[in-house]
Each structure stands twice: as structure tokens, then as C-alpha cells.
């Protein structure tokens, strides 16, 4: 294992690899209840997206342990199962057959530009100044996680500013959409969420600052138990009839393989009226996927040099072998009836507990495989002893902002726009997206428009084109 895994030449151990497994697995299993809540909205059977996603996460994560041998996890994305839910099926109007074909489709295309080293070109085109913006962006984006899960913000709307998302019976369960108007707030401290939460978190600083080896997930662990004990996690609640395998199994049946058959592929490609449509929203869903996965590698990778950089042109040493594993993940996640999968930025916990190698990634696809047939148990750990290992390892990354020279406005403008974009628009494509337009507005107001890298503009391009198809939609 250890020649497999090269854990001394990382400097890492079994011991730590599964501690960091197991940290990485909590801080991301709620994605095995919400991308089937989610897509189940669109008349998807609920058993059986859970049990393809665990598909999905298991295939994605796989090719990262033994293909690409890095500490990275793969499910479907958050993000682009709303995007999928939302946009393409309840406002475009595509069934989710349809939807599922797009997904198969992306695959597709990122398998061509990968091939093709396009994907590589566009990491290698990202400035120096933009590469540590977006590591401090993610880390913007998992504190914010992190706030938002330990139930620390309230938000208050005004009246008729917002819209609401769903149909028919699912209008009580749909998402809400609110303008600007809607204002962010501390919430009272009356809620025993929120209280066990704050333990946590000062519990996870206790260990980190102490520096206590496997912390994380002892923090994990022992929070998990405060929230037993006041009763936040009701133990009896626990429902194994709830997702068990033989009913995620039947319902799997459903939704296998349709997205390359009839009602699938062939649907999308019948009515060439919509073929501009379907491409907009394909572009969508590939860009998303695309920099939601670079911009993870880069923003966790670099820092601890597990991603490695060399040459002039920081030519990535292991990202072939991680953007294989994300269309890996994505192409059979679709075959199995789950929107896009992508490489989880709750990756960062297990790196930031330790792991380095593949082997964090095989124990985090044990865990996921297990899942199947234990997953009421999951339910025993709580947002509240997950959020603050998310903060924590947010405040780690900040560090990277220490990289960018602030007193150059030049330099300041594109780096804001890239990493607080990034947790206010609560999406790492949209704030890579920022950061790329402003950083070439930059460039072309100081007459250096020669000097932005080609793969720069035509990337702004299709930013801009995703931007003007989400308005028109």
C-alpha cells in the first residue's frame, strides 16, 4: 500500500490517509439526501437518483485513488444539480430524460478537451496573480459553506422580491429566488443548532491551534456526540426502511441508461428548433463543471503541493490524470441518472487533515459504497459538526492573499472580483468568471491587450454568452 500510494515520498500514513478519508466523507455526505431531494422535484424516483449518485460519487472518486492517486472526492455537484432541477426542467421545460442527456454530453466534451489538452491550456493561460485569487476564493466559498450550514445567518426578504421554483405539488419544497433586496443578518442565538454548531467550532479550533494530529475528525466525532446528548440528533428518529438498497435498486432500474436512449438522447436531438437552446444550455452546464473542478485543484492543490506546478508555464504534473477521473465521474453519473458529478471542494477538509494521496480518495469511495446500505446512519452526524471544519479550512486558505500585490489596482481589481465573487455568488465558475472579464478589462484600459492569453479571450466569450443566455431564461 505504501509503494502503491507513495505515502512516504508524500509524507503522509495509512493512519492519517484514513483519518482524512473519513473527514472528507462527513464534510460531504449531505450531498447523499440533497442531490436526491433535488432532482426527485423534477418526477425523478428519489431511491434511485440516492443510489446513482452513490454511483457516480463511488466511479469519480475511484479513478482519483487509483488512476490520479489524489487526495480528491467526486459526487454530483451542488450547483449543478439546482441548475439542472431548476433551469433546465422547470424553466427551459426539457423532461429530466432530457436533462440527463445533456449531463451524458457533457461528459462528452470533456473527455474531447481533455483529450485534446484544451484543459490544460486553459490552467496554464490563468495568471499567477488569478491562480492565488482563486485559492483564496475557495477558501471564501467553504467558510461561507461553512456559516451558512452551522445556521449562523438569517435573511430577510421584502416583500414580492423573490420568486418561487417548482411545480404543483413540489411548490412547498421548491427553492426561493430573491433579488438583491434580500439582507443577510446574524440569527438570535436561540437554537440548538446554532449553540451546538458554535461548540463545534470552538472545539475544531481547539485542535487545530493546539495542533492535535487526526483533530478534525476527532472534532467531528466529539461534537457529534454534544449533539446527541442535548438532542439535536434523535437516535430513535433513525429510520433504516427509509433508503434501503432493494427499494434504491428497483427505483434505479427507472432512470439507468435513459439518458442515452429514446427518451434521452434521442428526444434532445429530435426537434432541431431547440437546438440553439439545448447548446446554451449544455455550454452552461460544461463551463460550470469545468472551472468548478479546476478552480478546486488549483485552490487546494497548490497550497500543499499536492497538484505540483512546474516550468515556466506551470504545467500541471498530476491534473491530466484528475480531469479524467471528473469526466470518469460525469459520464457515468449520468448513465446512472445523476447530474454532473465534480471534484468536491469538501476535499479540502481531508487535505487539511492530513491526506495526500489516492488512498484518502479510497476511503472516502468505501464510505460512499457503504452508504448504500447504511445511510439512515449518516443522518447521525449533523451539519453542525461538519460546518465549522469547513470554516476552519476556509481561514487556511486566505493565505493565498498574501500573493497578490494589493497596492496594484492592476492586480487588486481582478483578484477581488475572483475571490469574494466566489462566496457572494456562491459559485466558483461565476466568480473565476469575474476575475477572467475584469482581469481582461484590466489589460485592454492599460493598452497591454496583447499581453491576455488567447485561451483568456475566448473564454471570456463564452462566460459572456453564458451570462446573456441566464438572462434571456
Not at 429 to 444: D, S
Amino acid at each position: 500500500m505504501d509503494k502503491f500510494f507513495k505515502l512516504t515520498e508524500k509524507g503522509t500514513d495509512v493512519r492519517t490517509e484514513v483519518l482524512a478519508g473519513l473527514t472528507t466523507f462527513f464534510a460531504m455526505s449531505y450531498i447523499l439526501f440533497v442531490n436526491p431531494a433535488m432532482l426527485a422535484q423534477t418526477g425523478m424516483p428519489k431511491q434511485g437518483v440516492f443510489l446513482a449518485t452513490i454511483i457516480g460519487a463511488v466511479a469519480g472518486t475511484l479513478m482519483m485513488a487509483f488512476f490520479a492517486n489524489l487526495p480528491y472526492a467526486q459526487a454530483p455537484g451542488m450547483g449543478l444539480n439546482a441548475f439542472f432541477t431548476f433551469t433546465v426542467v422547470f424553466a427551459l421545460g426539457y423532461t429530466w430524460q432530457e436533462a440527463l442527456a445533456m449531463v451524458f454530453i457533457c461528459g462528452i466534451i470533456s473527455l474531447i478537451i481533455t483529450l485534446t489538452k484544451v484543459r490544460k491550456m486553459i490552467i496554464e493561460s490563468i495568471p499567477g496573480s488569478l491562480r492565488a485569487a482563486i485559492s483564496a476564493g475557495i477558501g471564501v466559498f467553504l467558510a461561507y459553506v461553512g456559516i451558512k450550514n452551522a445556521g449562523l445567518l438569517k435573511f430577510s426578504i421584502d416583500p414580492g422580491n423573490y420568486t418561487v421554483a417548482g411545480k404543483g405539488a413540489d411548490k412547498a419544497a421548491a427553492a426561493i429566488t430573491a433579488n438583491s433586496a434580500a439582507t443577510p443578518g446574524l440569527v438570535d442565538f436561540n437554537n440548538p443548532a446554532v449553540l451546538v454548531a458554535l461548540v463545534g467550532l470552538a472545539i475544531t479550533i481547539f485542535f487545530i491551534v493546539k495542533n492535535i494530529k487526526g483533530g478534525v475528525i476527532l472534532s467531528i466525532l466529539v461534537t457529534t456526540v454534544v449533539a446527541i446528548l442535548v438532542g439535536l440528533v434523535d437516535l430513535s428518529a433513525i429510520d433504516f426502511g427509509q433508503n434501503n438498497i432493494g427499494t434504491a435498486v428497483s427505483e434505479l432500474g427507472q432512470i439507468f441508461g435513459v439518458a442515452v436512449g429514446p427518451k434521452g438522447l434521442g428526444a434532445l436531438l429530435a426537434d432541431s428548433a431547440r437546438w440553439p437552446q439545448t447548446c446554451m444550455a449544455i455550454l452552461a452546464f460544461s463551463l460550470t463543471d469545468i472551472f468548478d473542478t479546476i478552480g478546486t485543484l488549483i485552490g487546494t492543490g497548490e497550497k500543499v503541493g499536492i497538484v505540483a506546478t512546474s516550468g515556466e508555464n506551470h504545467e500541471s504534473e498530476g491534473l491530466d490524470k484528475a480531469l479524467y477521473s471528473d469526466l470518469i465521474g460525469t459520464s457515468i453519473g449520468a448513465i446512472a441518472g445523476t447530474s454532473n458529478v465534480t471534484t468536491y471542494v469538501e476535499s479540502a477538509a481531508g487535505i487539511g487533515a492530513g491526506g495526500r494521496t489516492g488512498l484518502t480518495a479510497l476511503v472516502v469511495a468505501i464510505c460512499f459504497a457503504v452508504s448504500s446500505f447504511f445511510s439512515p446512519l449518516l443522518a447521525i452526524v449533523p451539519n453542525a459538526a461538519t460546518a465549522p471544519i469547513l470554516i476552519i479550512v476556509g481561514i487556511m486558505m486566505l493565505a493565498s492573499l498574501k500573493n497578490i500585490h494589493w497596492d496594484d489596482m492592476a492586480e487588486a481589481i481582478p483578484a477581488f472580483f475572483t475571490s469574494i465573487f466566489m462566496g457572494f455568488a456562491y459559485s466558483i465558475t461565476h466568480g473565476t468568471a469575474a476575475g477572467f472579464i475584469t482581469y481582461t478589462l484590466v489589460k485592454i484600459f492599460k493598452g497591454q491587450a496583447k499581453d491576455v492569453h488567447s485561451m483568456i479571450w475566448i473564454l471570456d466569450l463564452l462566460f459572456i454568452l453564458n451570462f446573456v443566455n441566464l438572462a434571456l431564461n
